[in-house]
Nanobody, 123 residues
Framework: VQLQASGGGLVQAGGSLRLSCTAS????????VAWFRQAPGKEREFVAA????????YYSDSVKGRFPISRDNAKGTVYLQMNSLKPEDTAVYFC?????????????????WGQGTEVTVSS
């Protein structure tokens, strides 16, 4: 499975961005997908995950209510709609496909990773 993340950029605080993660193979439609992020000088952290059907989601407390995650299995794409962005959301965002069909925040459940897309939020 190869993943392509896109949609990052520079945005002012309070603005929005939509990240997309497209898989090269449709095998990802049977697996949960998550977004992680890594800010400069910090460890990678979990952001959000969605199960294979798209009817179960899980969020970190820092983004809950602001970053809805969704997926379109027909297109092999998972989206992260980022609203009410804050400077502390600045990071490189990675999408990852799980070995499981259910959501998880543990990075070891995700053997397939995209290259990352950079998000910068200015104050």
């Amino acid at each position: 499975v190869q993943l392509q993340a896109s949609g990052g950029g520079l945005v002012q605080a309070g603005g929005s961005l939509r990240l997309s993660c497209t898989a090269s193979k449709r095998t990802s439609s049977n697996n949960a997908v998550a977004w992680f992020r890594q800010a400069p000088g910090k460890e990678r952290e979990f952001v959000a995950a969605i199960n294979w059907r798209g009817d179960s989601t899980y969020y970190s407390d820092s983004v809950k209510g602001r970053f809805p995650i969704s997926r379109d299995n027909a297109k092999g794409t998972v989206y992260l709609q980022m609203n009410s962005l804050k400077p502390e959301d600045t990071a490189v965002y990675f999408c990852a496909v799980s070995r499981r069909s259910t959501v998880s925040e543990a990075s070891y459940d995700y053997p397939y990773w995209g290259q990352g897309t950079e998000v910068t939020v200015s104050s």
